[in-house]
C-alpha cells in the first residue's frame, strides 16, 4: 500500500527578552541555579505577574511576518497541572484568544514552493528546569528558566514529509532570527519542537491517529526522528496493528521513538482566563508601528539578492536563510564590490571553515570587513586566489590583519618581470629533456604540457609569481 | 448534577489533594450539598450575555522590559523546606 | 487612651499628650493581658513594634508627619511582612517567614504606622465565622460565645476588643463588612483596584480587596488614605488619583438619594435585625437623604455565583502550595505525588479542601460551560442590576449579614448555611464595588451592620454618609459590657 505522511509542528520559541514575561527577572542563560528566579518567578504567596511589553511586541511582529490577523484582543489563561519545574501549579498561556490568529508561510523544496499554513501562535511562560543528577536519589529544580516568554506556534497538519517538516522550521527559524525575536538557538531550547505525526493510506480524506514526539532539538534530529517514527507507523498498519495516540521520546543515540511513561492519566488541564491579568488590548496604531519597523524578510531579502547581486536563485536562497548570513555577504560585497566572489567565499571557504569548527556566523573570526579586503587584494593581483586561501586560513587563526599577514608573511604576488624572468630561465635551465618533449609536442598538447613549467616556477616562488606573468614569459622562452 | 464518591477521589487526584477513606464519603456528601446550591444557576437566563471575568472593563498595563530584580538566591531559599546547591529537591521526577 | 479613636490618638501624639512608644506599650500590654479570652493575633511583634514606636516618635518630633505616624495598628495575617510570620491562618504557612512586604504594608510603614502583630482569620480568608483558623476560632468580644465572623474575624474582634485601633483586612466575599458588622465596628471594603493586591495572599484574584476595619468611618478614611494607591506591580491595580477621603466627611447627606433594594429586606433576614435597619435608614432621612425603593432582581444568583467562581479562581491559587519552595512539607514522601498529596492533604484544613474540590470540579473537562461560564454570565447580570440602580440612586443600603453573632458550631457541619451569611455582601464583590458597614443598633446586646454600597470609586461618598451617621448617632461608640467594666 502506498501511504501518506501527515504532520504537524508545535514550535516553542523563546522570546529574547532582557526580563521574564511576567516579572522583572532576568533571561540570561546559564546562571547558577535559582540566582534569576524572584519572588514572582518562584510563585511565592502574594505575587502577582505584569505583562512585559517586549513580549507583546515581539509576538506581534511574528504574526506581521507570517502574514496573520493580530489578536486585537488576546487573553492569558492558566493551564493547570502539577510538576515541580511549574511553581504556580498553573502555566499562565493563552488559548481562546491568542495574540497571534492565522497565518502562512512559504518553503522551497526541490525547485517548487509550498504553502504552509499556520493554525495560530500563542504567548506563554516557560517552565524551570529538572535537574536529574543524583541528589541522593532526588531531582533538583532550578527555576531561572520558569517565566521565560515563549510563543508557540503551532502549524495545520501541511506537511506531507520530514524534509518538509525541516523546511519549515528552517523557514520559522529565519522568520524569527530576521526578526530578532529569538537567537533560535535548539542546542540551548531557544527554540524546541514537538511533531505530530500520523499516516493514512494515499487518497484517504481522513486523518490516522497520531502520535506527538516531545522535544526534538535539532534540525537533523527532526527529520530523522519523523522518518523513525513514520517508518513505525507503517510497519505496524502493515502487520495488521492499531497506532496508539501517545507522547513519544525521539532516542537520538539508539535512533528510535519510545512511548513516554504517560504523563499524567487524563489531562485535565481546567483552563479558564487569569484573573490577575487583564486583557491585552492591541490598537492599529501600534500594530502599524510594529510592521514599519519590521526589518526585510527572507522572502525579500532573496528576490533582492537574484536582482541586486544577480546571484542565482540557489545562491541567494542560501545566503538569505539566515539573517546574520545574509548580513555578512552584504557586507562583505559591499566592500570588495564583487558580489560573485564575495558569494563564492561566503558560501565556499567561509562557510566550510564555519562547518568544520561548529562555528555560528555571529562568531566567525574573520570579520566580513576582513574577507572583503582579502577580495579586494585578490582583485587587485596582489595576491593570487590560492595564496588567498593561506591568507583566510591565517586569519582565521587571528594572526592578524589581510595587508599585515600578506606583508609579515611575504605572501605578495612578484609581479616583477626581472624576477620571473630569472626564474623563468633557471626552470629551463634545469629541465632540458621536459623543454625538448615539449618543443616537439604538436601544438594541441602543449596548453597541458606548459603546466608543468608553470608549477616549478610556482614552486621556487613559493606561490607568488604573478600566473598572467609567467605564461607569458614561458610561452615567449619555450 | 449529582456528584459520586469516584468523582471525589478523581478530582482530588486532579488537586493533588490527599482524602482519606474515613471523610470520603462527608465530603462527597458536603460537595453534593455546595453543587445543589450552585446548580441554581442554572435556571438563570443568560442568553446572550457577555461572561464577566474581571469587575471592571479594564485593558491589561504593560511594563517596561527592564532586569529589575537580581539574584536573591539566598533569601528567597530560605523558606523551602529541602534544598541542595541552590536548588530545590524533590522526589526523583522520572520522565 | 484605647478607647480614643485613631483621629483622637493623631492628635495626642502631636499635643505630646502621650508618646508613640507609650501608646504602643499601653496596646502590647492590653494584647498580654486580655488576648487570651479573644485570640484575635497570631503573631504580636513585641520588639518590632516598640522599635518603629520609637522612630515614629523621632519623626513626630521633627514635626510634619502623616496622620499615621505613630498608631499602633495590626495586619490581618494575609498580608505579607518581610520578615514576620504570614501564615494566612493555616498549617500549610504556619513556618513561613515572609522575604517582601505588602503593598499595603509598605505604605503604613510609609506613613510611620506601627505594626503591633497579625491578626487571626479563617484560613485562606475561606470562611464566615474564623472557625477555620489554624490558630483557633477568634471569640466575639462582645459574647465571647459566639463567632466574630469572618474571614477578617481577628481584625474585626482587635478593634472592638480594642487591642488596636485601626487593622486592615480584606474581603473576598463580605470577609471585612461582615465581622465588622458582628464585632460593632466600621469596615469599608474599596473599589476593586483601590487597593493594591500585592503581597496579599490571593484566596480569588477577580474578588479580593484591601479594605480598613476601625472605630470610626472617620478613621477608616483615614486608613483608606494610606492603604490605596496605585501599584504597578498589580495589573489589576486602577491607575487613578486617590482623593484625601478625610476631607469629603463633613458634607451634608441633605438631598442623598439612598436606594432600598427589596431583596435585602426579604426572606432569611432576621426581623429584629431588619428593625434595627430600617430604624437606620430613618435617622439617615429624617437627616435629609432620601429613600428609593429599588429592585436589584438577580441578588438571589449572587452565592451560587459566587460559590463557583471562588472557588474556581482558589483552586488553581492555591495549586503553589505543594510543598516544594516553602510551606508545610510532608515527612518521608515516597514519590512526586505522595509529596503533593501529602504535603496539602495535610496543610490545608477542611474548608480549603472543599473550596479547592469544588473549583477543580467546576473546571474540570464537561462541566466549565454548566458552571464557570454560566456563573460568569451571572456575574454580569448582577453588576447590571447594580448599574441600573445607581441611575437613580447615589447609594444603596441595606443589611450587612442576615443577623448578629451566631453561637461557634451552629452551623458547623453545613456549609451552604455558612456560606449564606455572606448573602447581602457577596454581590458587592461579583460587581467590584465598595461598600462599608458601621454599627446601627443591637439585637439581644449584640451588634447589627448597616451595609452601604456605593457606585466605582465612590468610597469618600461611603464615608461622608457613614460619618454623618455616626455624628448623629452613638452605636460606633458602644462597646461590649465585659470590656466597659474593665475600663
Known sequence: ?478 | MTISRHDVEQIAHLARLAINEETLNETTRSLGDVLNLVNQLQNADTDGVEPMAHPMDAVQRLREDVVTEHNQQEQLLKNAPLTEQGLFLVPRVVD | MHRLTLAQLAEGLRQRQFSSEELTKHYLDRIKKLDQHYNSYITVTEESALQQARQADKRLAEGGAPLLCGIPIAHKDIFCTEGVRTSCGSRMLDNFISPYNATVVENLINDGAVMLGKTNMDEFAMGSSNETSYYGPVKNPWDTNCVPGGSSGGSAAAVAAMLAVATTATDTGGSIRQPAALCGVSGLKPTYGRVSRWGMIAFASSLDQAGPIARSAEDLAIMLNSMASFDPKDSTSIDRAVPDYHTHLSTSVKGLRIGVPEEYFGEGLNPATATVIQQALKELESMGASLVNIRLPHTPLAVPAYYVIAPAECSANLSRFDGVRYGHRCDNPTDLEDLYKRSRGEGFGDEVKRRILVGTYALSAGYYDAYYRKAQQVRRLIKQDFMEAFESVDVIMGPTSPSPAFAFGAKGDDPVAMYLEDIFTIATNLAGLPGLSIPAGLVDNKPVGLQMIGNYFDEALLLNAAHQFQLQTDWHQRHPSSLEEEA
Open chain 1, 1 to 478: 500500500m502506498q501511504w501518506e505522511t501527515v504532520i504537524g509542528l508545535e514550535v516553542h520559541v523563546q522570546l529574547a527578552t532582557k526580563s521574564k514575561i511576567f516579572s522583572g527577572a532576568s533571561t540570561a542563560f546559564g546562571a547558577t541555579a535559582n540566582t534569576q528566579a524572584c519572588a514572582i518567578d518562584l510563585a511565592l504567596p502574594g505575587t502577582l505577574p505584569v505583562v512585559n511589553a517586549e513580549a507583546i511586541r515581539m509576538a506581534t511582529s511574528f504574526g506581521l511576518a507570517i502574514n496573520a490577523e493580530i489578536g486585537k484582543k488576546s487573553v492569558f489563561e492558566r493551564k493547570n497541572y502539577f510538576y515541580p519545574d511549574l511553581p504556580k501549579g498553573y502555566q499562565v498561556t493563552q488559548l481562546a484568544e491568542p495574540i497571534v490568529g492565522a497565518g502562512h508561510i512559504d518553503i522551497h523544496l526541490n525547485g517548487e514552493t509550498k504553502r504552509l499554513r499556520i493554525h495560530h501562535a500563542h504567548l506563554e511562560e516557560d517552565a524551570g528546569k529538572s535537574l536529574h543528577e543524583d541528589f541522593h536519589g532526588m531531582t533538583g529544580i532550578d527555576l531561572n528558566r520558569a517565566g521565560t516568554p515563549l510563543i508557540e506556534i503551532v502549524s495545520e497538519p501541511d506537511m506531507r514529509s520530514a524534509e518538509e517538516a525541516v523546511a519549515y522550521l528552517k523557514k520559522i527559524h529565519s522568520i524569527i532570527t530576521y526578526l530578532g525575536i529569538s537567537d533560535g538557538d535548539m542546542s540551548q531550547g531557544s527554540m524546541r519542537c514537538d511533531a505530530n505525526v500520523s499516516v493514512r493510506p494515499k487518497g484517504q480524506a481522513e486523518l490516522g491517529t497520531r502520535t506527538e514526539l516531545k522535544n526534538i532539538n535539532s534540525f537533523r534530529f527532526v527529520e530523522k526522528a519523523i522518518h523513525t517514527e513514520v517508518e513505525r507507523q507503517i510497519d505496524i498498519l502493515e502487520d495488521g496493528g492499531k497506532i496508539v495516540q501517545e507522547t513519544r521520546l525521539y532516542d537520538a543515540e539508539k535512533n528510535e521513538t519510545r512511548s513516554m511513561r504517560s504523563k499524567e492519566v487524563a489531562n485535565d488541564y481546567r483552563y479558564f482566563p487569569e484573573p490577575d491579568l487583564l486583557p491585552v488590548i492591541l490598537d492599529e496604531a501600534f500594530i502599524d508601528q510594529v510592521r514599519k519597523q519590521l526589518p526585510e524578510l527572507p522572502e525579500a531579502k532573496c528576490q533582492r539578492f537574484i536582482e541586486q547581486y544577480q546571484l542565482s536563485d540557489y545562491d541567494a536562497n542560501i545566503l538569505t536563510a539566515n539573517r546574520a548570513l545574509a548580513d555578512y555577504f552584504e557586507n562583505v560585497s559591499t566592500h570588495c564590490k564583487d558580489a560573485k566572489l564575495a558569494a563564492n567565499w561566503v558560501m565556499g571557504e567561509l562557510s566550510a571553515a564555519l562547518n568544520k569548527n561548529d562555528t555560528a556566523i555571529e562568531h566567525s573570526p574573520v570579520s566580513d570587513r576582513q574577507l572583503g579586503e582579502l577580495i579586494l587584494r585578490i582583485k587587485d593581483n596582489t595576491i593570487s586566489g590560492k595564496i588567498a586561501k593561506q591568507v583566510f586560513d591565517a586569519l582565521w587563526q587571528g594572526q592578524g590583519e589581510v595587508d599585515q599577514i600578506i606583508k609579515e608573511q611575504g605572501l605578495e604576488q612578484v609581479s616583477d618581470s626581472g624576477a620571473i624572468e630569472a626564474m623563468v630561465d633557471k626552470v629551463i635551465a634545469s629541465n632540458p629533456q621536459q623543454v625538448e618533449n615539449y618543443r616537439n609536442a604538436p601544438a594541441e598538447k602543449r596548453g597541458k604540457m606548459l603546466g608543468f613549467f608553470v608549477g616549478q616556477i610556482m614552486k621556487i616562488s613559493q606561490g607568488k609569481a604573478n600566473p598572467q606573468q609567467v605564461n607569458e614569459l614561458l610561452l615567449k622562452k619555450l
